[in-house]
């Protein structure tokens, strides 16, 4: 308890920074600007899938202080490659093309991508040696950076650029702390980091990079995709506003719901590692059923009042976020209670289900994109179908993962 205590503090103390810089940004930057920064996010979930070839999720689960010293010289090794080829990519689309200053800061993709991959390469590693003060830390200083320079930028010129330079800084210099900890903890363990050693552990971990980051990325398409879609039929203005939503709600359930998920995924690793199953539907179950709690009343009190607290904190033009949250309320439900306790196949080796699963919803989510697109679906009609669909989803993910605990359960008793 006290380990989720210090994670959901720093989460909370992150996004109040958010909460509280939210009605200045929305005021120096208009829902276009704000559309343009959540494309730029949607597609950079896509492609960060691949920076680290996902063998960050290996390192909570390192046995030694070899594999996981090994494990992180793998993450920046693939993190660097990655960044590079995603950097000649911008610059070749560039040239290609001439950019508006929208396509200008797409150019800043590559930097956003690698802060965003040392942000999680340091996670993991908080999360290997259990320093869940510094994972706080680290999130506190992301966001103050980030909304920091989202401000200054808007005040000197409000504009797309502006606020994706502010966002990119953010990621770049968030975890800064947390990497220098972990540029000491190589230097002293660099006597055991070898090509074979590095060898040994990819080969070890594989799954990571051939199934789990396949996986991710089926599942980075059909999130993304809808806010990619969003904006492209109803214009970055619309996108702005849906992505305030996300800002003002989904954001911080975000945020909890990551807390939890790192204190269940440490707890459920160690007992993975030690040979303790006996506990994990017990501790699946208190964590779901504490997510599930939380994420009624935060719902129940958008639902009553959150029209009027939108319209007094950022102005009467972002109004329709609250009909986007109640829209979607189906789906923040069991999305919320799923998300953080999504990686609990990768933790029990069971990668095929998270993969057949990501590719079930891919396939859904495309038809129903490819749907809307051919029928000119009305804006707030397609959110509610959405939110149906990936409720649908989510509550068949949490069944695959129980049924799946339950096994383990009974071959460990057997």
């Known amino acids: 308890m006290k380990n989720l205590l210090n994670l959901i503090g720093g989460n909370v103390v992150s996004h109040l920074i958010t909460f509280a810089a939210a009605p200045l940004i929305t005021r120096l930057y208009s829902p276009g600007e704000l559309g343009d920064l959540s494309m730029m996010i949607a597609i950079l979930a896509i492609l960060n899938v691949f920076s680290t070839l996902k063998y960050e999720l290996a390192i909570p689960l390192a046995k030694n202080d070899r594999d996981t010293a090994n494990l992180l010289v793998i993450c920046f090794a693939a993190l660097l490659a990655t960044s590079i080829i995603y950097l000649l990519l911008a610059v070749g689309f560039s040239i290609l093309r001439p950019w508006d200053m929208s396509g200008t800061a797409f150019l800043l993709l590559p930097i956003m991508l690698l802060g965003e991959g040392l942000f999680t390469i340091a996670v993991h590693y908080g999360l290997r040696f259990k320093k869940y003060n510094h994972i706080s830390l680290i999130k506190v200083n992301k966001s103050i950076i980030t909304n920091s320079g989202q401000i200054g930028f808007g005040l000197i010129s409000g504009s797309s650029f502006s606020i994706i330079m502010g966002d990119l800084i953010g990621r770049l210099l968030g975890a800064n702390k947390m990497l220098l900890d972990m540029k000491t903890y190589l230097a002293s363990h660099k006597e055991v980091i070898s090509k074979s050693s590095m060898k040994k ?14 996986s991710s990325f089926l599942n980075s398409i059909a999130l993304q995709a809808f806010p990619l879609m969003l904006g492209v039929l109803y214009g970055s203005a619309s996108l702005g506003i849906y992505a305030l939503s996300q800002r003002i709600l989904i954001g911080p359930l975000s945020l909890v719901s990551q807390a939890f998920s790192q204190v269940f995924l440490s707890e459920a690793a160690e007992n993975i590692r030690n040979g303790r199953t006996k506990g994990l539907v017990k501790l699946f179950i208190y964590t779901a059923g504490a997510l599930l709690l939380f994420v009624c009343i935060i719902l129940s009190i958008f639902l009553l009042w959150g029209e009027e607290i939108i319209k007094l904190l950022f102005g009467s033009k972002w109004t ?74 989510y509550i068949t993910l949490l069944g695959i993962i129980i049924k799946q605990l339950l096994s383990l359960e009974k071959r460990s008793i057997c």
């Not at 552990?201 to 396949?214: G, Q, R």
């Not at 439900?333 to 998300?339: C, E, H, P, T, Y």
């Not at 609990?344 to 129903?368: E, G, H, M, P, V």
């Open 201 to 214: 552990v990819a080969i070890e971990f594989k799954n990571y990079p051939l199934v789990s980051s396949f």
């Open 320 to 393: 329709g976020s609250h009909d986007i949250i109640k829209y979607m309320s189906i789906m923040i439900l069991f999305q919320f209670v799923a998300s953080p306790l999504s990686q609990t196949l990768n933790l029990l080796n069971k990668q095929a289900f998270q993969f057949y699963w990501d590719l079930a919803r891919f396939i859904i989510i495309s038809l129903f994109l490819l749907v809307i697109y051919l029928l000119g679906v009305g804006f707030y009609l397609t959110i509610s179908i959405y939110s149906v669909l990936m409720a649908i989803m």
